[in-house]
């Protein structure tokens, strides 16, 4: 069993930077990849942004590229999303996402295995 404890979000306005983190603890950790998902009120969770363990290849969701960066720190079995130039609709509960063996397509929230409890941002205008 795996836990994720995500940190760092809050309420910010327009143009704003924040940076939320995911903490992995339980059993040996190693997965394929790590994710960040978003669900706004009355929205299907939609990606963010994903990270292979070996390698650190990224991708992201259109509507954050440029803005977003996605890292790890594996020694710490962390993960991080820096927000840049936050927008009202970057609002949200962001969770973070745990996917051991490569289940499928990236940005498809089924494949993941584990997930955080999730965090608010919310970004006023």
């Known amino acids: 069993q795996v836990q994720l404890v995500e940190s760092g979000g809050g309420l910010v306005q327009a143009g704003d930077s924040l940076r939320l983190s995911c903490a992995a603890a339980?059993?040996?950790?190693?997965?394929?990849?790590l994710g960040w998902f978003r669900q706004a009120p009355g929205k299907e969770r939609e990606f963010v942004a994903a990270?292979?363990?070996?390698?650190?290849?990224?991708y992201y969701a259109d509507s954050v590229k440029g803005r977003f960066t996605i890292s790890s720190d594996n020694a710490k079995n962390t993960m991080f999303l820096q927000m840049n130039r936050l927008k009202p609709e970057d609002t949200a509960v962001y969770y973070c996402a745990v996917d051991e063996t490569f289940g499928g397509s990236v940005n498809s929230a089924g494949v993941y295995d584990y997930w955080g409890q999730g965090t608010q941002v919310t970004v006023s205008s």
């Open positions: 339980g059993r040996s950790f190693s997965p394929y990849r």
């Open positions: 990270i292979t363990w070996r390698g650190g290849f990224t």
